[in-house]
């Protein structure tokens, strides 16, 4: 019995390190457009700069809800921990309802962004803007799908062995994806207000 | 007996409410800094970058909790060479970037960046 947990312990252990490998490969690819956006950011073609544009309080009102988001998926994870089929369900519940409204905020800048006239096709710095903080929406968008997904499987299967390995990869892509907000809060939006 | 996952580690929630209070204080702080723009552009952002680094570590500690997993550090260690490559890819991007910004100014760019070199007011 305990050798047999103690295997699948080390099979489990290698499938987080390697979703852990990838998270560390997706940065890289953020890091990327983190320094295009920092090359482009004065590249306006003669349009709005960042500070015209963007709404402080607005974005503070995002990171807000994405890092309460990150702390209820954490809590999330001591439930599963804990094998509590209930909690688990309402914190990633509470996770998801989170996720979702920062999805719809972000979808709302952009929407609004584009009916000013203020497009991807604006400006170097629209185009990098949009690249950056859209790329990290797509992920937000692939958690909340995986997320639903899983919460599904709980709700008619309860945790097992190998869904809550799924969900300590879901709650690391989440955190991953906190953290790269935090970068685009202080790069895109504070840094963008101080250039003016 | 909870069969654990090593691979992450793990957190309690006092240290999960550590983390995320510590994550609130660093946010506000660099938001209200720079909206009552506290101290001169250049401090400013060094100031917030600082913070967002904080950010940063405190979130990988405790909610990713690195460098808390079992021997040997496998996490740790791509983390570290993913942070290399990241410096690598960032700082000489921009390094090369503004290198070519200052190679390929217009004579009215070289005026004003010499007069604002030499502090000359106009």
Redesign the interface.
């Known amino acids: 019995m305990n050798e047999q ?1 103690t295997a ?2 080390s099979k ?6 390697g979703f ?2 990838y998270l ?2 997706d ?2 690819l953020f ?2 457009l ?3 956006f ?2 482009l950011r004065g590249n306006t073609f003669g349009g709005p700069s960042g500070a015209e544009l963007f709404s ?1 309080p607005f974005v ?1 009102l995002e ?2 809800i994405l ?2 988001s ?2 209820t998926a ?2 999330a ?2 439930a599963v ?3 509590d089929n209930n909690q688990v369900l309402a914190w990633f519940g509470i996770t998801f309802a989170l996720g979702l409204s920062f999805l719809g905020l972000e979808l709302y800048e952009f929407a609004n962004l584009y009916q000013e006239g203020n497009g991807w096709q604006r400006s170097g710095f629209l185009s990098a803007f949009f690249t950056l903080v859209g790329t990290h929406g797509l992920h937000i968008t692939t958690g909340l799908l995986w997320m639903g997904v899983m919460m599904i499987k709980i709700y008619r299967q309860g945790i097992s ?1 190998a869904s ?2 799924r969900l ?1 990869m879901l ?2 892509f989440w ?2 994806l ?2 790269v907000w ?2 685009i ?3 895109v939006y ?2 963008g ?3 003016g | 007996m909870v069969k654990r996952i090593h691979g992450a580690g793990r957190g309690t929630t006092v240290s999960y409410l550590f983390g995320f209070i510590l994550s609130l204080e660093l946010t506000l702080a660099a938001y209200f800094l720079v909206v009552n723009r506290v101290l001169e552009s250049r401090q400013l952002i060094l100031t917030i970058m600082g913070l967002g680094v904080a950010q940063l570590l405190v979130q990988l500690v405790f909610f990713l909790h690195l460098g808390r997993e079992s021997k040997p550090r496998w996490n740790l260690t791509v983390f570290s060479f993913m942070a290399l490559v990241l410096v690598v890819l960032v700082g000489g991007s921009l390094w090369i970037m503004s290198n070519l910004d200052y190679n390929t100014m217009t004579p009215t760019e070289i005026e004003t960046k010499l007069l604002e070199e030499e502090a000359i007011p106009r």
């Open positions: 947990l699948t312990d489990a252990d290698k499938t987080v390190f852990w490998v560390m490969t940065c890289i890091a990327s983190f320094a295009v920092v090359v402080l503070l990171t807000l890092l309460t990150s702390f954490g809590l994870m001591l921990h804990r094998r062995i809550a390995k300590t709650s690391l955190h991953f906190d953290i935090i970068f809060f202080t790069i504070l840094a207000d101080i250039y």
